[in-house]
Nanobody, 122 residues
Framework: QVHLVESGGGLVQAGESLRLSCAAS????????MSWYRQAPGKQRELVAA???????NYADSVKGRFTISRDNAKNTVYLQMNSLKSEDTAVYYC????????????????WGQGTQVTVSS
């Protein structure tokens, strides 16, 4: 089994920063893509940022220039540095792992963490 655990959420004021972390555990040999999604109340879950094992990144237009995704492949951990936070960034942030190669030779997709709340007050 693969488990993802997010941390780092909290309550901040507009303009401040937060750093989220997500650690994957289990019999993992490697992870192809690690992503951050978010879901605000009454809205659909949306992609925030993604990063491949080779370091290629992709961002939602709404966070470009403010958020930075990074990862530590040796630790199977992904980070999301969020700067210049806005009230519209308020949401539950979820970590996702795709293309997880296990030590017994399988590759699986669609692993989600439990989410961490980010609240930005204006």
């Amino acid at each position: 089994q693969v488990h993802l655990v997010e941390s780092g959420g909290g309550l901040v004021q507009a303009g401040e920063s937060l750093r989220l972390s997500c650690a994957a555990s289990g019999s993992i040999f490697g992870i192809n893509v690690m992503s951050w999604y978010r879901q605000a109340p009454g809205k659909q879950r949306e992609l925030v940022a993604a990063i491949t094992s080779g370091g290629t990144t992709n961002y939602a237009d709404s966070v470009k220039g403010r958020f930075t995704i990074s990862r530590d492949n040796a630790k199977n951990t992904v980070y999301l540095q969020m700067n210049s936070l806005k009230s519209e960034d308020t949401a539950v942030y979820y970590c996702r792992a795709d293309g997880v190669e296990t030590t017994w030779g399988t590759r699986t997709y669609g692993h989600w963490g439990q989410g961490t709340q980010v609240t930005v007050s204006s």
